[in-house]
């Protein structure tokens, strides 16, 4: 996917490759991480750029699958707080044309797979992704992240809505949504209620994120815990939530908690120091124009500096 992004209004809009998967992707090699993305790819003027910019940050795409569809768009008006509003073009491009035979490349040396956002709702594209990660779950060698990242006006029908991304929540050991996926998915619902509901379905770690106030999580283990957001100045929040995914499967990576037995068993504090990376990788996003995550040498040198904030409350507690 290519973001057209218009950083003032009135403005001209400045292209970007992006999209949930290749931010994510992107956001765990700048980490230090060996990262494949499986994606589909257009080999017309629009898919190159996008290409480039996997290759540039060291993105393994031996899984990618060359397709003559158009590459999707999706532009994006900033508010005067960063916040991005988007308008989507993606009928018939290469983002949701997958195949079991195409998904079938995907190497078998994978630790942990994250799925999410347009991908696991356009079909015919997203059959085959949940056929996947249903093959992958029984294994029960491999970690699966879910964000399903709702774009109201591309999600369908409510109800059918809510029923495939609970279906992907059973499915997945990680899971991350935001505050505007659970407000858009269970109107009025208490939070706490929601990520309840979400854990009992068979994830691990549940995570909402909620903007400058930080996140909220719960855990198989039976803590629940909320961090506050790290302040910066915004420059655009696009890709933030993206970053939090990848700034937080690398710390379970460095807690050694990327398989789902030892994801079962994390404990309080690791869940605090993987939540504190996650929040403070996305606040660094933030700081830059687009989804434009830090290298782990720009994430020491910002630790070295300050202590990723925390809850006021010391809200960490037994469920």
């Known amino acids: ?26 956001g765990l090699s700048r980490l230090g991480h060996e990262t494949q993305l499986l994606a589909r790819l257009s080999t017309g003027t629009l898919g190159s750029p996008v290409r480039q910019y996997a290759e540039s940050n060291g993105l393994d795409l031996s899984a990618v699958v060359d397709t003559d569809d ?39 040396a994978v630790r942990v797979l994250h799925a999410g956002s347009l991908a696991t709702v356009v079909e015919p594209g997203a059959t085959a992704i949940v056929e996947l990660v249903q093959q992958l779950r029984a294994t029960a060698g491999t970690l699966i992240s879910f964000d399903p990242n709702i774009r109201s006006g591309l999600a369908g029908e409510h109800a059918a809505a809510v029923s495939r991304t609970e279906r ?5 050991h990680v899971v991350k949504a935001s505050h505007e996926d659970v407000a858009w998915l269970y109107p009025g619902a208490d939070v706490d209620t929601v990520l309840d509901r979400w854990l009992g379905l068979g994830p691990s770690l549940v995570v909402m994120t909620m903007g400058s106030a930080g996140c909220r999580a719960v855990t198989g283990t039976g803590h629940r815990l909320g961090m ?44 605090r120091r993987v939540l504190e990376q996650a929040n403070l990788v996305a606040a660094m996003t933030c700081q830059r124009q687009g989804a434009d995550p830090p290298t782990q040498a720009e994430l020491q040198a910002v630790r070295s500096q300050s202590t990723p904030g925390r809850s006021p409350r010391n809200d960490a507690r037994p469920r």
């Open 1 to 26: 996917m290519l973001d057209m992004v218009q950083p003032a209004a009135g403005g001209p809009y400045w292209p970007r490759p992006g999209g949930g998967p290749l931010n994510i992707a992107v």
């Open 70 to 108: 158009l590459t999707s768009l999706a532009f994006a008006t900033i508010d005067d707080d960063g916040k991005a509003a988007y308008t989507f073009y993606v009928e018939g491009t290469a983002d949701w044309g997958w195949t079991s035979e195409e998904l079938s490349s995907l190497s078998p």
């Open 168 to 172: 992907l929540v059973s499915l997945s």
């Open 228 to 271: 506050s957001g790290v302040r910066v100045d915004v420059v655009d929040t696009i890709g933030a939530g993206d970053a939090f995914v990848s700034g937080l499967l690398s710390a379970l990576a460095g807690a050694a908690a990327t398989t789902p037995a030892t994801l079962a068993t994390i404990d309080l504090s690791t869940t």
